[in-house]
């Protein structure tokens, strides 16, 4: 005979939501941020209660806060979990860490970006949390430092794998790079593309186009290039900078708009006079109008010298607009070269300059490119299948726990 009190302990078990506890650097602007906001909201409420915590954001950087307040996603915010490393603080915010989580008493604790996956998975393991997984966005195993500092980051990261249930990469060739830099073997690490809101564009928002290039005193009939990133070091603002007086000599009105800010725009406005630029190349700061913006170009830019799998690709083609990359990444799992756009060697101005001119030379057969991208893009990588996937991996993660 079954004993009553272990069924009612079973169906108890049952009815009880899975709380997952997510942890991020900061909520600056960016995939990261978009990505775990609209996770954390996005899982069934009936069937999950989700905490999200986050450091806080450098004022250069912009934040994503009006996206989880339009989301309902009220933030733990912790004053030193941003992305600086500083050893008395960090041991603080460990320990303050390890209070919440004893406190909360989550099935899972999620980690995204290397601070917060470095922090919050130490805390997760002392408070005792049985399942631990780690996203990498991207990762700063190459690229962004010198050897020794990029040494000791990848030895962090092999060391803090071995408190993760799972790692998650965001693209293939993040997982790739994960392995090749022995973080941990193929059997740990699992590649979950990321998931965004993209049917907002398949619409058209009416007059964008007109209103836009108004704004910014382009001509209606010109070809307009944008880049939309932040700017910091790693997106390499300074190669398309280097690359635009090249197509310039063979495209003397084509437009750059550039989207965004960040620590380095001081140094890339002097470049921009230095190259004699200006009076192409036109800087709007931060916009919350991203449709509207994609809308008012022809054809984006990326020329970052390491990504994970960039939100502004995947953005960009759900509107409709072909995209010139540096090949980094995941970035050849987004774009076909030639069929949706063109893909060019990172750190490489004559590359850059002739995968432009390749686009500008060919405006009707570029407008082709990005008709094409606009569908399977929006099939690829929506929210829906995001939310479906990451539900399926904490359901397989949870049974095997048991």
Sequence with gaps: MVDPGFLILELHNFMK????????????????????????????????????????????????????????????????????????????????????IRREKPDIVHTHTAKAGFVGRMAAFLAGVPIVIHTFHGHVLHGYFGPLKTGFFRLAERCMARFSTLIIAV???????????????????????????????????VG?????????????DAFVVGMIARMVPIKKHED??????????????????????????????????????????????FREDQKRVYEAVDLVVLTSANEGLPVAVIEALSAGKPVVSTRVGGVPELIEDGRTGYIVEPENVESIAEGLMKAVSQPEQTQAMGFIAQKETIRKFSIQRLIQDIDLLYQELLQLDR
């Design 171 to 205: 693209s293939e060739q993040c997982r790739r790079d994960l392995l090749k830099y022995k973080v941990s073997g193929p059997d740990h690490i699992r590649t979950i593309p990321l998931g965004l809101e993209l049917e907002r564009f398949h619409d058209k928002p």
């Design 17 to 100: 939501k899975i709380k997952v506890l997510r942890i991020i650097a900061r909520l600056n602007v960016g995939g990261p941020a978009i990505h775990v906001i609209l996770l954390t909201a996005g899982l069934d409420p009936e069937r999950y209660e989700s905490i999200l915590i986050s450091g806080l954001e450098a004022p250069e950087e912009g934040n994503m806060l009006d996206l989880a307040d339009e989301k309902g996603v009220k933030p733990i915010r912790m004053a030193h979990l941003g992305r600086e490393l500083h050893p008395i603080r960090d041991i603080v915010t460990l320990w303050q860490l390890v209070r919440i």
């Design 208 to 220: 964008a186009r007109e209103e836009i290039r108004k704004e910014f005193h382009i001509p209606q």
């Design 240 to 285: 398309l900078f280097r690359a635009i007086p090249i197509v310039l000599q063979s495209f003397p009105d084509t437009y750059f708009l550039i989207v965004g800010d960040g620590e380095r725009r001081p140094f890339l406005e002097e470049l921009a006079r230095e190259l004699n630029i200006t009076h192409r190349c036109v800087f709007t700061g």
